[in-house]
């Protein structure tokens, strides 16, 4: 009984890490990403988590109804960096606010 405890205890935490990388979705990957390209001195993408479901609860990102990412808003926010690929990847991307921002175009 006692190695059966010990093996589940073992066991769960693989499989919650397991899970919640499954559960990320492709916009989620690609917005994170993105964040790794990006000097954010002041942390305003401390809430681009890539564990959770969807991106749309994060701060400066809009989503529609299904949960596709319609909007990214970083302007004046002392973000830095290159924008790559990874903007491909948000197939529902309409608006990219970047006012004031220092990006290099890859």
Known sequence: MNSSISFLCFLLPIL???TSTLCTNSEGNALHALRRRLS???NVLQSWDPTLVNPCTWF????DSNNH???LDLGNSNISGSLGPELGQLQHLQYLNQTNLNFLYI
């Open 60 to 63: 400066h990102v809009t989503c």
């Open 16 to 18: 919650f890490s397991v």
């Open 69 to 71: 990412v319609i909007r």
């Open 40 to 42: 954010d001195p002041t």
